[in-house]
């Protein structure tokens, strides 16, 4: 079975161009989630999809960021326009269901320049 | 590597020792606790959950430890291989409301460095 996938691995951009992640969960996981780890910080979730639904958005940190799960299957996080402070290492997690364990994918590292 | 800026406590074994890594939770509402291992340049491994109507679990090698008395939850690892040298951390979560904060609350986590 393959675990959850995340792209690009790394990402370096100039402040204020976009930056678009995309996480594949495990094939069957309704519950999509995403988190993000900034320089000297510890993870910190995002938010939270159940299918194409979004559940909880309270971790986003403005409304620079959106994420999308059109379908149900995969999602998207974009980040427009990008600030320095969005450094940092963008992970997902699926899981089957809530409060069941979630897997993480390895992350994207984003760099803004 | 990720952790550049993280200043994580650091627990130092000797291969084939156990041990233990400590976590302090911080809400008493959460009933749901997982540990995850990471290494450099991945993401979290799930170890091994437990619920809060248990106050202990046991896996391959692992067990976990669960005082709700005092939010404390522990890691114990049997006979550690070079392979357990990674970041572990604790996450907790709250029963499911609908009303937000779904994610996991992890904490700061501790680097495993095994001996030879």
């Known amino acids: 079975e393959a675990g959850v996938t995340q792209f690009p691995s790394h990402s370096v951009i100039e402040k204020g161009q976009t930056v678009t992640l995309r996480c594949d969960p495990i094939?069957?996981?309704?519950?999509l989630y995403w988190y993000r780890r900034v320089m000297g910080k510890e993870i910190k979730f995002l938010l939270h999809?159940?299918?194409?639904?979004?559940?909880?958005e309270s971790g986003m940190p403005n409304n620079r960021f959106l994420a999308e799960r059109t379908g149900g299957t995969y999602s998207t996080l974009k980040v427009q326009p990008a600030e320095l402070e969005d450094s940092g290492v963008y992970f997902c997690?699926?899981?089957?269901?809530?409060?069941?364990?979630?897997?993480f994918g390895d992350g994207t590292r984003l760099s803004i320049l | 590597g990720e952790s550049v800026g993280l200043h994580l406590p650091t627990l130092s074994v000797q291969e084939g020792d156990n041990s233990i890594i400590n976590c302090a939770y911080s809400?008493?509402?959460?009933?749901?606790f997982i540990w995850y291992k990471q290494e450099s340049g991945k993401g979290p491994q799930f170890i091994i959950d437990?619920?809060?109507?248990?106050d202990k679990r046991q896996g391959q090698r692992v067990t976990v430890l669960l005082n709700k008395t005092v939010k404390h939850l522990s890691l114990q690892i049997a006979a550690t291989q070079p392979g357990d040298s990674a970041v572990y951390f604790c996450?907790?979560?709250?029963?499911?409301?609908?009303?937000?904060?779904?994610?996991?609350?992890f904490g700061k986590g501790t680097h495993l460095i095994i001996q030879p």
């Open positions: 997690a699926s899981s089957q269901d809530f409060n069941q364990p979630q897997h």
């Open positions: 094939s069957g996981h309704d519950n």
């Open positions: 999809f159940v299918k194409e639904s979004k559940q909880d």
């Open positions: 809400n008493s509402a959460s009933d749901y």
């Open positions: 437990i619920r809060s109507n248990m």
């Open positions: 996450a907790e979560n709250m029963p499911y409301s609908g009303g937000g904060a779904d994610g996991l609350t």
